[in-house]
């Protein structure tokens, strides 16, 4: 997980210096949240079974019904038990870039 947020930052940066002149706030909003979730997603693959999954969950202390999840990983990303396994601040402590604390919108004043 380190070595894919470490690839994307680089790319998350400069996309943002480019296009931080527009006002794409909620679109940079809908990314974020895009990204955090197809990194969940990737997680998820990592563990390579349920089993592992709930270890995990018992291992947090986090209860839930595990069985009534959908069988893909995407769908799995957005369910509520995947994001208290992996919130926000996971991705913040593992170095992932926020783009949404970038000031957008710098050209938008003068238009």
């Keep these: 997980m380190e070595d894919i947020i470490k690839d994307l930052n680089p790319v998350l940066r400069g996309w943002i210096n480019y296009y931080r002149v527009a006002n794409i706030k909620s679109f ?6 895009w990204i955090r979730r197809r990194l969940r997603m990737i997680k998820i693959r990592q563990w390579k079974s349920y089993k592992a999954m709930h270890k995990e969950m018992r291992k ?3 209860k839930g019904n ?8 995407w769908k799995n ?3 509520h038990i995947v994001h208290m396994l992996l919130p926000n601040k996971l991705f913040e402590s593992l ?3 926020d783009m949404q604390k ?4 710098l050209l938008s004043n003068y238009y």
């Design 28 to 33: 940079i909003r809908d990314l974020m949240g």
């Design 60 to 62: 947090q202390g986090i």
């Design 66 to 73: 595990g069985e009534k999840m959908a069988i893909t990983k």
């Design 77 to 79: 990303s957005n369910v």
């Design 95 to 97: 170095g992932l870039i």
């Design 102 to 105: 970038y000031q957008v919108g």
